[in-house]
C-alpha cells in the first residue's frame, strides 16, 4: 500500500511501516533539545576536547596542567576550555591566581563514561 504523507511541506511516498506510528514518533521528537544535544555531541567531537573532558572527569585541573597534559600550548587548551565551557560541559572557579577547571555535573560524567564503555565494547568485536 502506497500513502501520501504531508511533511514540511513537503509530500513524500510512504511505500512501507505505519504512517499513524511514524507520525507519533516525529510529534515526541522536540526539535530544540535534539538540536542541544547535536551540540553537544559537536563539542565533544574534536579529539582534544573530549581528551580534556576525559581528564576532567578524572580530577579536576588547570589549563597549565591541561596544556601540559595534551601537549598543546596554554592558548589551544584554553580555546577548548572556553568552548567546553559555553556548551555547559565545563565550569570553573579561582583559586589563588589558577582557574580551576571540572565537569559541570554528574550527566557529563555519565555521557563520557557511557561513550568510554560503548567504544570498549565496539573494540572487543572488531
Known amino acids: ?4 504523507i ?7 511516498e510512504h511505500i512501507c511501516g505505519d504512517p499513524v506510528r511514524t507520525k507519533k514518533l516525529r510529534e515526541v521528537m522536540i526539535e530544540d533539545e535534539i538540536l542541544g544535544m ?3 555531541f559537536k563539542a565533544l567531537s574534536d579529539p582534544n ?7 576532567l572527569q578524572h580530577e ?11 601537549d598543546c600550548s596554554v592558548a589551544t587548551a584554553s580555546h577548548h576550555l572556553r568552548h567546553l565551557k559555553q556548551m ?4 570553573s572557579r579561582k583559586e589563588g591566581k589558577n582557574v580551576i577547571y571540572f565537569l559541570k555535573d ?6 563520557i563514561t557511557m561513550t568510554l564503555e560503548h567504544q570498549k565494547e565496539r573494540n572487543e568485536h572488531e
Not at 88 to 91: E, F, G, K, P, R
Open 6 to 12: 504531508e511533511h514540511s511541506k513537503e509530500t513524500y
Open 1 to 4: 500500500m502506497t500513502t501520501n
Open 38 to 40: 547535536a551540540q553537544i
Open 60 to 70: 579536576e585541573l588547570c589549563v597549565c596542567d591541561i596544556a601540559a597534559i595534551l
Open 88 to 91: 555547559n560541559i565545563t565550569s
Open 49 to 55: 576536547r573530549m581528551k580534556i573532558a576525559y581528564l
Open 106 to 111: 554528574h550527566h557529563i560524567k555519565t555521557l
